[in-house]
């Protein structure tokens, strides 16, 4: 399945048009599922729907998508933004099977889970920092309480999963990055 954790673009929704090609192609056999970002909501994000939809991309917003056989225990759950969305964590997990992938942009969605539990979570938008010292350490992040302690790599949570945050491939505001490279994150979940 390939999860897509938001911030298509950074400007007009119309640029997200330049990614439907290479979604379009991917064909994973479980899927391909998506959150809108900061970046997207405060653009045409209905735009981006439309797009990503005609590419095969389930947009998640606030709600649980059971996987298909035989994996209909798993669900992914979706998150609206936790900044220029209006997360809401009961209708997040909704009608959620017993084991729940949680999908989110930022990791202050931790904030607005009202209580629901899942079994790993993914979520970008710290960019690792975008620019760091030589050890990761972020220098310069984006806004958010959860922003820094959970700025890149694998934390538990307590009373939760593991949560899986990315660096991502884009960048905010300049286009630098510094020992903080973009990547991709590849999981085998068992």
């Not at 994000?45 to 998640?60: S, W």
């Not at 930022?106 to 960019?127: E, I």
Request: with cysteine; net charge neutral.
């Amino acid at each position: 399945m390939l999860l897509l954790g938001g911030d298509y673009v950074h400007g007009p929704a119309r640029y997200a048009g330049a990614l439907c090609a290479a979604l379009a192609a991917c064909r994973p056999p479980l899927g391909k599922l998506a959150v809108f970002g900061n970046h997207d909501l405060i653009t045409d994000h209905d735009l981006i729907e439309r797009l990503f939809a005609r590419a095969g991309v389930q947009m998640l917003v606030n709600r649980a998508l059971a996987l298909p056989a035989p994996f209909e225990g798993v669900s992914v759950c979706g998150m609206d933004d936790p900044w220029t969305g209006a997360p809401d964590g009961h209708a997040t997990f909704a009608g959620a099977g017993p084991t729940r992938v949680l999908l989110m942009h930022a990791p202050d969605g931790l904030l607005r889970l009202d209580g629901h539990r899942f079994d790993v979570g993914f979520a970008g938008h710290t960019h690792g920092g975008q620019i760091a010292t030589g050890d990761g350490t972020p220098l310069v992040m984006p806004r958010g309480p959860l922003s820094r302690p959970y700025h890149y790599g694998r934390f538990p949570v307590r009373d939760n999963g593991a949560l899986i945050v990315s660096r991502g491939v884009g960048c905010s505001g300049i286009p630098v990055r510094i020992n903080a490279d973009p990547e991709l994150v590849i999981c085998t979940v068992q």
